[in-house]
């Protein structure tokens, strides 16, 4: 057990907490070393403890999940993974620093249970490899969130008419990819190519994470329906628990997002906006993959890459996990590697010519 990952469970309800304790303590490689039952508890406990990852419930009495780790991550850098209601909190408390999030199960809908504990579990052992982003702080001594951080765009030379409407731009991301993702975006101008997103997120989360990147972005943001075409200024998040795909429909490119099985054990699954975008899209293609766990995104990435397109991996410096981009480099997908931080300017400066 000595190279086991050790885990503290956060929840006020013990209900949650002995399921998620008796799941874990199941799984090979993983030791769940104690319980908290709010957030004083787990901060008492966690310096004797040790323990390499949290699982946290967002909506706690008291101190909520969303201070805690205000409070946790500067003194105590640990990975966190939250159990959440399909509530926007969640994106603050990613904000603040958590590395990842699973929603919390609907106790009567079938199978809801299964998918959540195989989330969970997975996340756990993303999370032990991961980097943790402690968020920045203001003079007044409260986390930087994504609420009070007006979007800065890039200062740069619009970007001509004819290459706004020739490119198509694809984005990859898993754990770490909700802040790097809002990273990118708000660097970059309105006057931007059409955007295609694939992040790995629940059903009803991204319609809510698209809302908050609209608010804080310079280009229209928003969930893809199926149908909507894509257009310079507009990027489009794949909708949870389906895969989205681009196809060419007339003088258009739309996006096709239909329920469909896991890819790359994913759905959505970056491989396939990808490699729609290698097979289909015969105007010019950029491919950026970012921070996630296992390879899902690398194939479709060298796909595009072998129908001439640009692509960008996020380097591993910059990434909360290094595994998506890591293998995508590996088999030769990448043209060239980026921090979290630069990939706008790489990407504005290859628009540029």
Same mark, same amino acid.
């Given at each position: 057990?000595n190279n086991s990952i050790k885990v503290l469970v956060v929840d006020d309800s013990s209900l ?5 304790? #008796? ?19 787990? @901060?008492?406990?966690? *310096? ?20 805690? +780790? ?101 984005? @990859? ?12 975006? #708000? &660097?970059?101008?309105?006057?931007? *190519? ?41 990027? +489009? ?13 007339? /003088? /258009?490119?739309?996006? #096709?997002?239909?329920?469909? *099985? &896991? ?39 060298? #796909? ?37 931080? /630069? ?11």
């Open positions: 057990m949650f907490r002995q399921m998620i304790i #008796q799941h874990l303590s199941t799984q090979p490689g993983i030791e769940v070393v104690g319980y908290a039952i709010n957030a004083f508890d787990a @901060g008492q406990k966690i *310096p004797r403890l040790k323990p390499d990852v949290l699982t946290l419930d967002v909506e706690m009495p008291g101190l909520n999940g969303i201070e805690f +780790l205000k409070q946790l991550l500067p003194k105590n850098p640990i990975p966190v993974i939250l159990v959440s209601s399909l509530n926007l909190s969640v994106f603050d408390a990613l904000s603040a620093g958590a590395v990842d999030f699973v929603r919390k199960p609907d106790m009567s809908a079938k199978n809801s249970k299964d998918t959540f504990f195989t989330g969970l579990t997975l996340k756990v052992r993303a999370a032990s490899k991961a980097k943790v982003r402690v968020a920045a702080r203001q003079n007044t001594g409260s986390a930087v969130t994504a609420q009070n951080v007006a979007a800065k765009p890039m200062p740069f030379p619009p970007i001509p008419r004819n290459v706004l409407d020739s490119t198509i731009i694809g984005l @990859g991301a898993s754990t770490g990819g909700t802040e790097a993702t809002l990273a990118v975006l #708000q &660097k970059l101008p309105a006057n931007i *190519p059409g955007i295609v997103i694939t992040q790995h997120m629940p059903e009803g989360f991204t319609d809510m994470y698209a809302q908050r990147l609209n608010r804080i972005c310079s280009m229209e943001v928003r969930e893809a329906k199926n149908g909507d075409v894509i257009r310079p200024g507009l990027a +489009l998040i794949a909708p949870g628990a389906k895969q989205m795909e681009v196809v060419r429909a007339g /003088n /258009n490119y739309i996006v #096709q997002c239909h329920p469909g *099985p &896991k890819v790359s054990g994913h759905c959505p699954s970056v491989n396939v906006l990808f490699n729609s975008i290698a097979k289909n899209v015969a105007i010019k293609k950029i491919g950026i993959i970012m921070t996630g766990m296992g390879s899902d995104g690398a194939e479709g990435l060298l #796909q595009m890459r072998q129908k001439g397109a640009f692509t960008i991996g996020q380097d591993k410096e910059s990434c909360v996990v290094y595994g998506m981009p890591m293998v995508a480099y590996n088999i030769g997908a990448v043209c060239t590697q980026a921090s979290c931080d /630069n990939i706008p300017s790489v990407l504005l400066n290859h628009l540029k010519g």
